[in-house]
């Protein structure tokens, strides 16, 4: 990933109304045609984005299935909420092939995201690729509704740009909304303390500044996490807009220190609140804090809270290692 990425078209909110219930077949059907090319999929994700002369090919990140010639297939559309279940898909190019040759970053080919629509549900996964390019990871959600699974990947080809493709997975079973968590500058995770400092500006790059402390004193020696002290991701709330950037400098450059405080730059795509997650990782294991901010205002001083997202254990195994 590179540090400070742009997302810069702005999408209409992609989020439907769910029902009382989410069933079994009552999918959102992510793959558009099954094993189609990639440019068969090129086109505005809705007219609001046409209005703001979007395409497909130049939406905010995640937005869309294909780009650049290559289609997220998602071979599972429909899980049950609360029970163990495996994800599948396939990243395939132009010519309907498994794509099996990728470039990796930060220790991974490919870096996975599932994020429930209402932001509440958040999980990181590194999946593993057979030999016949399908990709695999077990998943437990634990509420009903739907979601969304980015796939943020650089395809191992000369001059390829990194891409986050997105899709559509329903969990079936009882389904009650959620707000999104109110606007705060701290989280509690696990007895550890996350204060978010700076302010998400849209159309300008800013400084985002995480700073990590448990019982009250600051944590100064955080362990690099595929090859980081610390991954952040942002989605925007209503259509899940995606934006995955990585700290500045990185362990064993000779000036970054191993916390307490991890920085970014990043730059909104558009005014709105936004879900940060953070990922960082102490006394082996890897945890997630979690903020609500709104673009352009400094989020509020308040105590530190859990941050009200449902991760699976904050431990590797829960983020899919």
Avoid: C
């Amino acid at each position: 990933m590179k540090t400070g990425v742009k997302i810069t078209a702005f999408a209409a909110a992609l989020a439907g109304a769910f029902g009382t219930a989410y069933g079994v077949g009552q999918t959102f059907d992510p793959v558009v045609a099954e094993r189609s090319p990639a440019h068969e999929e090129r086109h505005p994700s809705s007219a609001a984005e046409s209005d703001h002369g979007g395409t497909a090919a130049h939406a905010p990140g995640g937005l869309q299935i294909s780009e650049d010639g290559y289609t997220l297939d998602l071979d599972t559309s429909t899980v049950t909420a609360g029970e163990p279940a495996e994800l599948r898909f396939t990243v395939r190019d132009a010519n309907g092939r498994a794509v099996d040759e990728y470039r990796r970053e930060h220790d991974k080919e490919l870096h996975l995201i599932v994020a429930s629509r209402d932001l509440v549900t958040y999980r990181h996964l590194h999946p593993e690729r057979a030999p016949d390019g399908t990709w695999s990871t077990p998943v437990d959600l634990p509420r009903a509704g739907g979601y969304r699974v980015f796939a943020d990947f650089t395809p191992d080809r000369p001059g390829a740009e990194s891409l986050t493709l997105g899709a559509d997975l329903a969990a079936s079973g009882p389904y009650s909304p959620r707000q999104l968590p109110r606007p705060s500058a701290t989280a509690r995770v696990d007895g550890y303390d996350v204060k978010l400092t700076g302010t998400l500006t849209p159309g300008r790059a800013s400084e985002l500044r995480l700073t990590v402390s448990r019982d009250g004193r600051p944590v100064t020696d955080l362990q690099p996490y595929l090859g980081a002290y610390g991954h952040l991701v942002a989605l925007r709330a209503g259509d899940l807009a995606y934006l995955h950037v990585h700290p500045e400098g990185e362990p064993g450059d000779g000036t970054t220190r191993p916390g307490p405080h991890v920085s970014f730059s990043a730059t909104a795509p558009s005014g709105g609140s936004y879900r940060l997650f953070l990922d960082f990782k102490h006394d082996g294991v890897v945890r997630t804090a979690a903020f609500t901010v709104e673009a352009g205002k400094a989020a509020p001083e308040q105590p530190a809270s859990p941050g009200h997202t449902e991760t699976p254990g904050h431990s590797l195994d829960g983020h899919g290692h």
